[in-house]
């Protein structure tokens, strides 16, 4: 099956400052999504993404499907972008979703 | 627009003991999934239902089952729980012929 990994696997932020999320995947995919979970458990969908790029205020993502990654940028971060962000694919409408093991980040005020 | 929604928000159970999960896909979606996740983990697959079946299923023992409603909503059922079991369990919905889900809150299983 497809294995799905992310890097880092902590991340500590000052407010204000920008990071870049990274998830690699081992095969082809038609589906990939970034989440975010809050402390509560929500997960949050932030980009459905299987390629090219998309924005959404302070939040962006770049899957690049021929080299089998993707990227999420954080710009001007706050307290509230606490938690983990994950990562999930899968190959064609039927798959399972497989998600990656997150990335946690804590921003600092 | 109503989101996925999930009942109940905690549960507390004994080793042995049966339980029942619900869940309630988001307007308009006719297919719902299942996850679990562990303190610490990422969502592992449980299954996936459509059109009142279970179309995929992830490695969980047989203990693990669902069902579908005509209404799309679903139920999680688990049998012969074990302290392994304790978890958060989340359902997301979608619809047939796109991929995007959308998650629920989550039911906090804790087993005794």
């Known amino acids: 099956g497809i294995q799905v990994e992310q890097s880092p696997p902590d991340l500590i932020l000052q407010e204000g400052a920008n990071s870049t999320l990274r998830c690699n995947f081992s095969?082809?995919?038609?589906?990939l999504q970034w989440f975010h979970q809050n402390p509560w458990g929500q997960l949050i969908n932030l980009f459905y993404?299987?390629?090219g790029t998309k924005q959404n205020g302070r939040l962006s993502a770049t899957t690049v499907a021929t080299e089998r990654y993707s990227l999420l940028y954080i710009s001007s971060s706050q307290t509230t972008d606490s938690g983990v962000y994950f990562c999930?694919?899968?190959?064609?409408?039927?798959?399972?979703?497989?998600f990656g093991p997150g990335t946690s980040l804590s921003v600092i005020p | 627009d109503a989101g996925v929604t999930q009942s109940p928000t905690h549960l507390i159970k004994t080793r042995g003991q049966q339980v029942t999960l619900r869940c309630s896909p988001k307007?308009?979606?006719?297919?719902v999934s299942w996850y679990q996740q562990a303190l610490g983990q990422g969502p592992q697959f449980i299954f996936q239902?459509?059109?009142?079946?279970?179309?995929q299923r992830g490695n969980f023992p047989d203990r693990f089952s669902g069902h579908q409603f005509p209404n799309y909503s679903s139920e999680l059922n688990v049998n012969a729980l074990l302290l392994g079991d304790s978890a958060l369990y989340l359902c997301?919905?979608?619809?047939?012929?796109?991929?995007?889900?959308?998650f629920g809150p989550g039911t906090r299983l804790t087993v005794t």
């Open positions: 997301a919905s979608s619809q047939s012929g796109t991929r995007a889900q959308y």
């Open positions: 307007s308009g979606h006719d297919t």
């Open positions: 239902y459509y059109e009142e079946e279970e179309r």
């Open positions: 999930a694919v899968g190959g064609t409408s039927y798959d399972k979703v497989i």
């Open positions: 993404i299987p390629s």
């Open positions: 095969d082809s995919v038609n589906n």
